[in-house]
């Protein structure tokens, strides 16, 4: 995880910035990521107790030099960094990095008045991300421009490597490009290739193909089949239209083998993954019948049901029929029962859960706020929340600690490297 230490290696943008330089003292990381001066300022690409020149006008700077380097500094592993707007930290040496997310996130807490105690946090390292989001852009007949974004910008950062990528993922870049290649019969099209790596290869699902005018023609599409087939895709969708099929894309999830459906959610990655729900299944021991609400294709009521019955409710029908299908790979377990269910607008009631001991809910990045009210009101003795969003879950947390819970411990979670985001599981009881 370690990188060798150099002083400084930022290469400016070729964009400058406009407005006399001006010398700075970094204080802090803010919550993006980039470094607070006085003022405030923000910098990007620079840390703590740096002196630094920096260029621009209003609160956002750019930087121009490291004048004083922080000795936690290193040189970041990836050669598109500091155009790339996927990352933004891979110059912190990662042990302060991952204190930094920690201390966010007792920050957050705290503004709250949240009492709890902070596990030591996982953290994903390089080369483990299975799932990336890839845009596209028009290039040659053969291949397009594949890549991210660049920083606070629409342009595209045409990546070769990408370190928190699989490398199964990144040795399939260049058949990606040219899988890309047949989608700008639309000027308007601005494709985007969200690609999973599945136990039986990669599944590719498109967005963003303007299809007001008709879609894709038919030689697109055979394009599509072929670039697909030539590349040993598992499957390709268009916006969760099947194009191209090889083989079923599957991923285990505890005992079960899940076939997911076209843009289905995973976990980024695989390790964060078992460890939350060997947390989530610790936490949940002893329990006589388990709500696992925004369930999606399974990732914890499997492990669940190993422990006891789970009714399970997510507002993807598609994700639902997926986990529901999947019962019969996995035989031997208590019984699931699956429903595709609107949490925010028809929660589970506190009244259906009279005989529920422990609720599980994973929400999307909104959080739970309707889910977490019917949670207050019941009588349920466990609740343990999973959170891509550690402001919405202090948020509903803050709802159900007014009703009598007390949030013993909470995993912080960082599967996204060299991002500022970070993630969680925390646990209620009575």
Request: hydrophobic share 45%.
């Amino acid at each position: 995880m370690r990188s060798p230490r150099r002083r400084a290696n930022f290469r400016p943008s070729p964009k400058p910035a406009s407005g006399p330089p001006v010398e700075l003292t970094i204080e802090s990381v803010g919550g993006e990521g980039d470094g607070v001066a006085a003022g405030p300022l923000f910098v990007p690409f620079t840390l703590p107790g740096e002196r630094v020149r920096a260029q621009g006008s209003g609160e956002r700077r750019e930087l121009v030099e490291v004048l004083e380097a922080s000795a936690e500094r290193v040189v970041p592993p990836c050669p598109h960094f500091f155009a790339c707007g996927g990352c933004a930290l891979q110059h912190w040496d990662h042990a302060p990095y991952l204190a930094w997310k920690v201390e966010r996130l007792a920050g957050l807490l705290a503004r709250q008045r949240i009492e709890t105690q902070l596990l030591a946090p996982f953290a994903a390292g390089p080369g483990t991300r299975r799932r990336v989001a890839l845009h596209a852009r028009r290039g040659s007949r053969e291949a397009a421009h594949l890549g991210y974004k660049a920083r606070r910008s629409w342009d595209l950062v045409d990546v070769a490597v990408c370190p928190i990528a699989d490398p199964r993922l990144q040795a399939a870049f260049p058949g990606l490009a040219r899988l890309a290649a047949p989608l700008f019969e639309h000027p308007k099209s601005a494709p985007t290739l969200h690609v999973s790596l599945t136990e039986t290869g990669l599944d590719v699902d498109i967005t963003g193909v303007e299809a007001k005018s008709g879609g894709l023609s038919g030689d697109a599409r055979l394009q599509l089949a072929e670039r697909a087939a030539a590349a040993d895709l598992a499957r390709v969708t268009l916006a969760g239209e099947m194009v191209y099929l090889a083989r079923q894309p599957t991923v285990r999830l505890g005992a079960a083998s899940v076939a997911l459906p076209a843009g289905a959610f995973l976990q980024a990655t695989v390790g964060a993954e078992a460890v939350m729900s060997r947390f989530v299944a610790d936490a949940a021991a002893g329990a006589s019948r388990i709500a696992d609400l925004f369930c999606g294709a399974g990732t914890f009521t499997f492990r669940l049901a190993e422990l006891a019955p789970v009714y399970a409710a997510d507002a993807g029908g598609a994700a639902v029929g997926a986990l529901a299908a999947a019962r019969a790979t996995a035989p031997g377990l208590k019984a699931i029962v699956a429903e595709t269910r609107d949490l925010a607008r028809r929660p589970v009631l506190a009244e259906e859960l009279k005989k529920t001991d422990v609720v599980v809910f994973d929400p999307p990045r909104a959080g739970a706020a309707e889910q977490a009210a019917e949670l207050a009101r019941s009588a349920v003795p466990r609740v343990i929340g999973v959170s891509c969003n550690p402001a919405t879950f202090v948020r509903d947390a803050r709802i159900l600690i007014d009703a009598g819970f007390r949030l013993t411990r909470v995993l912080p979670v960082d599967q996204f490297l060299w991002s500022p985001h970070v993630e969680l599981v925390g646990v209620f009881e009575r």
